[in-house]
């Protein structure tokens, strides 16, 4: 094996766990914040080998509870995973067959 490709498989494991770590965080950010709600998490996060350090976090809602704004939300998770993440609501997303259709649905 080279330098090179011993970099780029190092990189790869470790960008592997990154995601991992982040989905368990997301997890645990979605029950404090949104206990039993639906959620649909999509993008990068959910796909093995293509999140990387720079990635942000995707997650679409069919609705949120009365009095929680898509801000707040968007502002609670990013606080929790220290990271960018889009928040969408599915009603109002020209994507949201597709989010359905392969996204990772989740009750948190």
Do not use: C, H
Not at 6 to 18: C, G, S
Not at 57 to 86: H, M, N
Not at 91 to 108: A, K, L, Y
């Amino acid at each position: 094996m080279t330098i090179l490709q011993r970099i780029a498989q190092e990189t790869k494991v470790r960008d592997e766990r990154l995601r991992l770590e982040t989905v368990k965080a997301l997890r645990n950010a979605l029950a404090q914040i949104l206990p039993g709600q639906v959620v649909y998490v999509f993008g990068s996060l959910i796909q093995p080998y293509r999140f990387r350090q720079a990635s942000d976090v995707d997650v679409a809602f069919a609705d949120l509870p009365p009095g929680l704004s898509i801000y707040r939300v968007q502002a609670e998770l990013e606080e929790a995973l220290k990271r960018s993440v889009d928040v969408l609501l599915l009603p109002e997303t020209r994507f949201r067959q597709t989010i359905e259709n392969e996204g990772g649905q989740w009750t948190s």
